[in-house]
């Protein structure tokens, strides 16, 4: 896990990646029923759209208060892993889904009462899926990528023998 500045925000750049990725494949997926050349050159426009406002909001704001609610709660690994996902999960998806709303909803013209109408259900959604692909997949992907790119152990050990 992250000790420093540095390694929160390589840790949160991975995690912002891969969920913006995968919501945004899983989004596109939901309108356009395939995977084509079209799906993926949306889904990458898309992502990049949804990156820019989920790595600073991620960082900024829900992470720390996720921490420390989290570390308030928490009496466990499991129960911290849980909650933490929880926190994220439950303050991220609103957020993320009214901008994607209105991403789509300032070109079309629509009314309050579309804007709602698709993005209440569009959040329950994506807040469904992404908290099962969060706890299952890439809460452990994002560990493993992290220890990848920061390898304190091997920086540690060397230094501890010279």
């Known amino acids: 896990m992250p000790k420093n500045q540095k390694e929160e925000m390589i840790y949160t750049t991975i995690g912002v990646i891969l ?3 995968i919501m945004t494949a899983f989004n596109k997926f939901r309108v356009m029923h395939e995977f084509s050349s079209a799906f993926w050159w949306e889904t990458f426009k898309g992502f990049w759209l949804r990156f820019i406002v989920a790595w600073p909001s991620q960082y ?3 992470q720390p208060i996720a921490a420390k609610k989290t570390a308030e709660q928490a009496k466990s690994k ?3 892993m849980t ?9 991220s998806c609103p957020l993320m889904s009214v901008y994607a709303m ?6 079309q013209h629509w009314t309050v009462a579309q804007f709602f109408n698709a993005w209440i259900p569009g959040m329950c959604i994506n807040a469904v899926f992404a908290y099962f692909i969060q706890f299952f997949c890439f809460n452990w992907l994002n560990a493993a990528l992290f220890r990848l790119i920061c390898r304190r152990g091997e920086k540690a050990a060397v230094q501890e023998n010279n």
């Open 60 to 62: 900024f704001l829900i």
């Open 83 to 91: 909650l933490r996902i929880r926190y994220t999960v439950i303050m």
């Open 78 to 80: 499991l129960e911290y």
């Open 19 to 21: 969920m913006a990725f």
């Open 102 to 107: 209105l991403l789509m909803a300032i070109p």
